[in-house]
């Protein structure tokens, strides 16, 4: 019977103890991914941020950039938080463990002691000889024999589940003081995170302030930028007033034939429609516009990030890149339109069944309107403005007439 319990306690002892790992373990790695990208992407703005200070002067993509970069940092320091208190969580639960098997283990050993002591004191030879001469007949004298037998064996099997139990628990004991080593190392990582975070918070106030001089020529983008974003929603508004045009006249076609749904507005083809709907279960994977980039402006309506008092309204995402770069198609479409923009760049708006995805800011585009399109495939390059050394692609996704953030659709690895 006290066999049985050793097994159990063993068995429950080392239950419980993988429990947390496994709890915690897909957790860590997710953090640990979190923490990885979070470093990629300082590392790229740290990049671009580089090429801005080719200009001596502050400009108002270097404070995005930084915005950026700060962001990151913060969400560095969540993360590495998150990663700490897993740690002490799994602490927590080893040490109590440790504890209650610590305890149970000793009064094993006492048990043992005893049974090892009663052991020696009726460990006369003579004595279990005559013990078993003593039976009745041959059955019960068998029967005594395999009793010392069993008792032998079974003495042996406590000694050896003992040791095994110790050197079960002296190993957790090394993991749990790895723990806490490794959570040592990681407050000691975000020292060094918060210390990086506030030199950053200096040079963004600095860049802030020389800005604040510069208010006739920031006004002076935010009108040009104004001027982009209503040419684009007019494009927009004509390709999805054409589409329901012909959805209407097809409408109309299939009632002159008997064959009416009633429907009219934005109807698909058959193979419309099969991209529109692979397109929406592809949100929050889709590939983005840029093969690498990091996102520098938002969805929206936001205050402007120096002229107090004034708004803009960002329609989709900016997204910074290197000079030179790529864009590409999200998915599979058609090209709807490629056309000028008041800022003397050009922009591409792409069909995917009944969503839309647009890219402008490109200073080359390599596509037509008609053309079908595949999925990463190149569509133009963006355009560098000279004077801030700055790559900026502007990228808008919608649904019909509704504007969709695209944030939510492109994948966040």
């Not at 006290?2 to 790695?29: C, E, G, H, M, W």
């Not at 049974?115 to 003579?126: G, K, L, V």
Request: charged fraction near 30%.
């Amino acid at each position: 019977m006290k066999a049985r319990t050793i097994y159990f306690f063993a068995l429950i002892f080392a239950v419980f103890f993988a429990l947390p790992d496994n709890l915690f373990a897909q957790n860590r790695q997710d953090l640990e991914k979190k923490k990885q990208k979070n470093q990629k992407e300082i590392d790229y703005t740290n990049k671009l941020l580089k090429q801005t200070k080719k200009n001596k002067s502050s400009s108002l993509n270097k404070l995005k950039l930084l915005n950026t970069k700060i962001n990151s940092r913060k969400n560095q320091i969540s993360t590495i938080n998150k990663e700490i208190g897993f740690i002490e969580s799994e602490i927590e639960n080893n040490g109590e463990l440790i504890e209650t098997f610590e305890k149970e283990l000793n009064s094993i050993k006492e048990n043992y002691a005893k049974m090892i002591y009663y052991a020696y004191q009726n460990s006369n030879s003579y004595d279990k000889l005559a013990f078993i001469l003593s039976a009745e007949d041959i059955n019960q004298a068998y029967k005594r024999i395999k009793y010392f037998q069993y008792y032998t064996k079974y003495r042996k099997s406590q000694a050896d589940t003992i040791i095994a139990m110790q050197n079960e628990l002296n190993e957790k004991i090394n993991v749990l003081e790895a723990k806490k080593n490794k959570k040592q190392t990681l407050i000691y990582e975000t020292e060094d995170v918060k210390d990086k975070l506030y030199g950053e918070k200096q040079e963004q106030s600095t860049v802030l302030n020389q800005l604040k001089s510069q208010e006739k020529d920031l006004k002076s983008k935010i009108k040009e930028k104004e001027l982009v974003a209503h040419k684009l929603q007019l494009e927009i508004e004509k390709i999805i007033a054409e589409e329901a045009r012909k959805a209407a006249e097809r409408a109309r076609l299939a009632a002159s034939k008997g064959n009416s749904s009633g429907k009219s507005n934005f109807a698909l083809t058959p193979e419309d429609k099969l991209i529109s709907d692979n397109f929406g279960k592809n949100k929050g994977h889709l590939p983005w516009p840029t093969e690498r980039g990091v996102i520098t402006g938002v969805f929206g309506e936001h205050p402007h990030p120096v002229l107090s008092g004034i708004k803009i309204r960002n329609n989709g995402i900016d997204i910074s890149t290197t000079e030179g770069s790529i864009v590409r198609a999200i998915f599979n479409g058609t090209v709807s339109k490629v056309f000028m923009t008041p800022d003397g760049n050009q922009a591409v708006i792409i069909r995917h069944g009944n969503y839309l995805s647009v890219y402008s800011n490109l200073k080359d585009v390599i596509v037509s309107s008609g053309d079908k399109i595949s999925t990463k495939q190149t569509i133009g390059v963006i355009s560098t403005e000279k004077k801030e050394n700055t790559t900026e692609v502007h990228f808008e996704i919608w649904k019909n007439n509704s504007k969709l953030n695209p944030k939510y659709w492109i994948s966040k690895t």
